[in-house]
């Protein structure tokens, strides 16, 4: 399958700084990424999907100015969590598909942020 | 929007034996089935997928078979091994939208 790769693959930052996850695909073009929150011992919460030049969209709950996603390239996307807090500790992972209808999406490895 | 409840949480079998695990899903347009295996701390991998279009399929010892009218769809592991202890997801996807995942599977093969 395509590979995505997700940079870094474990962060520890302190409270109230800014931490930026990227995520690319590296033998394709994705016209969309979508980025996932997950915590412990439970499934993959959808955060928001982008569009390649296009804003992204968010969903209910997740707070747009708090989670900043660009989406500038077809092959990058990138997650800044802004002014991050102990409770933004989470394992976000990312997942990219490429255009045409094509329904399979790939996954990063994800990336383990620890906010202390 | 779509809704997929996946059964059950936890799945505890014997070395040989097979697996079953059940999700529905809410969304009649939905078409596309996958089902995910994640190691702790790692990325979900893709290990079957079946399109609407399809009843049935298998991949060695993996089958997943999708019923359209009951809106349900089942992931089928015979002669587990212990290699196959992970939390399983599924999900449902709509032409190319967002993926709804399932809230997983802890399946346990004891040796």
């Known amino acids: 399958g395509a590979v995505v790769s997700q940079h870094p693959s474990w962060v520890i930052c302190k409270s109230g700084t800014s931490v930026k996850i990227e995520c690319r695909s590296l033998d394709f073009q994705a016209t969309t990424m979508f980025w996932y929150r997950q915590f412990p011992k439970q499934s993959l919460m959808l955060m928001a999907t982008s569009n390649e030049g296009s804003k992204a969209t968010y969903e209910q709950g997740v707070e747009k100015d708090k989670f900043l996603i660009n989406h500038a390239s077809l092959t990058l996307s990138t997650l800044t969590v802004t002014s991050a807090h102990p409770e933004d500790s989470s394992f976000y992972i990312c997942?990219?598909?490429?255009?045409?209808?094509?329904?399979?999406?790939?996954f990063g490895q994800g990336t383990r942020l620890t906010v202390v | 929007g779509e809704n997929v409840e996946q059964h059950p949480s936890t799945l505890s079998v014997q070395e040989g034996d097979s697996a079953v695990i059940k999700c529905t899903y809410s969304?009649?347009?939905?078409?596309?089935f996958p089902w995910y295996k994640q190691e702790l701390g790692k990325r979900p991998q893709l290990i079957i997928d079946i399109r609407s279009n399809v009843g049935e399929k298998k991949d060695q010892r993996i089958a997943v078979t999708l019923n359209k009218t009951a809106k349900h769809f089942s992931l089928h592991i015979t002669e587990t091994q212990p290699e196959d202890s992970a939390v399983y997801f599924c999900a449902a996807i709509f032409h190319a939208g967002k993926s709804t995942f399932g809230d997983g599977t802890t399946l346990t093969v004891k040796p």
């Open positions: 969304d009649s347009a939905s078409n596309y």
């Open positions: 997942s990219a598909r490429g255009g045409g209808g094509n329904t399979e999406a790939f």
